[in-house]
């Protein structure tokens, strides 16, 4: 089994600055997709960035970058230039990348997720 | 892009009544739909794996007898809360996995909020 661990319960910032949230796994599998997922108060969820564990390179969307570190099982996540809407709870989540079955493919395991609020 | 629909998204129900909540992907086939519960502040906990044509596979923990889920077709999966009580209240959000042609991507619904009262 799989489990994901985020040790910051709750983080802030200012408006512009940067912050960057924790997560750590634990896993027997070699092939599998890690996720970062915002859940703004409409408790949508809402994909920030996905990094497949096959590729070395660091993902990045726009002021999203992660730092994916393999070996460690550690996957951070860096907010650049921080916005007011970037305040939300952030879930770090961990997906098999082949079921041998197939019929769980898509099962994700979350962490505890972080409260991060922006301060202007 | 894809889309997946919940609803309701806000039901108050008796104790003792029965809900239904239903998970819908709009313009993809999803051949697996996941239900997953969140209370305040907290993870989401998967609690039920939803197959197309086959019967769900339940975390351990979760009475399958009482959150009944069904799958009946490649677009729509629903969860049932039988005989609910306050402590069933809580957020519900289905998230579902397309058949093919769009990789990877796990779609979320918009999420229920339960309230038994």
């Known amino acids: 089994a799989q489990t994901v661990t985020q040790s910051q319960p709750e983080m802030s910032v200012q408006e512009a600055e940067t912050v960057t949230l924790s997560c750590t796994y634990d896993t027997s599998e070699s092939n599998y997709y890690l996720f970062w997922y915002k859940q703004p108060p409409s408790r949508q969820m809402i994909l920030v960035i996905r990094?497949?564990?096959?590729?070395?390179q660091n993902a990045t969307e726009n002021r999203f970058s992660v730092n994916f570190q393999k070996a460690a099982k550690s996957f951070s996540l860096k907010i650049s230039d921080s916005q007011l809407g970037d305040t939300a709870m952030y879930f770090c989540a961990f997906m098999k990348a082949v079921d041998a079955g197939g019929t769980s493919y898509g099962k994700l395991t979350f962490g505890q997720g972080t409260i991060l609020t922006v301060h202007p | 892009g894809a889309v997946v629909s919940q609803h309701p998204s806000r039901v108050i129900c008796k104790s003792g009544t029965s809900v239904k909540i239903e998970c819908r992907s709009l313009?993809?086939?999803?051949?697996?739909m996941f239900w997953y519960r969140q209370f305040p502040k907290q993870s989401l906990m998967l609690m039920a794996t939803?197959?197309?044509?086959?019967?769900?596979?339940?975390e351990q923990g979760v009475e399958k007898d009482k959150f009944l889920i069904n799958h009946a077709s490649l677009t729509l999966s629903t969860l049932t809360v039988t005989s609910a009580h306050p402590e069933d209240s809580s957020f519900y959000i289905c998230?579902?996995?397309?058949?093919?042609?769009?990789?990877?991507?796990?779609?979320f619904g918009e999420g229920s909020w339960l309230t038994v009262v």
């Open positions: 990094q497949e564990a096959y590729k070395q």
């Open positions: 998230s579902a996995r397309a058949r093919q042609g769009l990789g990877n991507t796990i779609y």
């Open positions: 313009d993809f086939q999803a051949t697996t």
């Open positions: 939803s197959n197309e044509g086959s019967k769900a596979t339940y």
